[in-house]
C-alpha cells in the first residue's frame, strides 16, 4: 500500500502495531503460564472489563470443562474468550480481538444514544 502523506501512513501503521502487540499479548496468555498471569490491563481498558466478563459468561457452558479457568481481570482470561471462535493461533485470536473490538463499539453507541 502506497501512502504518499507521512500522518495517515503513520496513524496506520501505528494502529497496526497497536493490533499486533495485543494479539502477541494474548497469544502469551491464552494457556494462562507459565509465571504470573499478566493483567487485563496489559491489553485492554478498564471500562472494557464488564463488556469482557458478560462475553465470557455468555459463552461459558453449565459444566466445569466449558467454563473459563483463568482468574477475572486476567487476560488469560480475555485468551480464552478471544480463542473460542476456532483453534487459538495469531488469526483466531486476532478475529475474536476484532469481534470483542466491534461489540465495544455497539455496546458505545447504544449507551450514548
Not at 501505528?14 to 494462562?32: K, N, P
Not at 477475572?72 to 473490538?101: H, T
Request: net charge positive.
Amino acid at each position: 500500500m502506497q501512502i504518499e502523506d507521512k500522518a495517515p501512513r503513520n496513524r496506520l501503521i501505528t494502529a497496526t502495531l497497536i493490533a499486533a502487540v495485543c494479539i502477541q499479548q494474548l497469544l502469551h496468555a491464552r494457556d494462562g503460564g507459565p509465571g504470573p498471569l499478566r493483567p487485563l490491563s496489559d491489553a485492554f481498558e478498564p471500562e472494557d472489563i464488564p463488556l469482557l466478563e458478560a462475553c465470557c459468561a455468555q459463552l461459558e457452558g453449565k459444566t466445569e470443562r466449558q467454563k473459563n479457568p483463568h482468574p477475572n481481570r486476567s487476560l488469560a482470561r480475555a485468551a480464552w474468550f478471544c480463542a473460542r471462535y476456532g483453534k487459538p493461533g495469531p488469526i483466531v485470536m486476532l478475529q475474536g480481538w476484532l469481534e470483542f473490538e466491534a461489540m465495544k463499539r455497539g455496546t458505545n453507541l447504544m449507551m450514548h444514544h
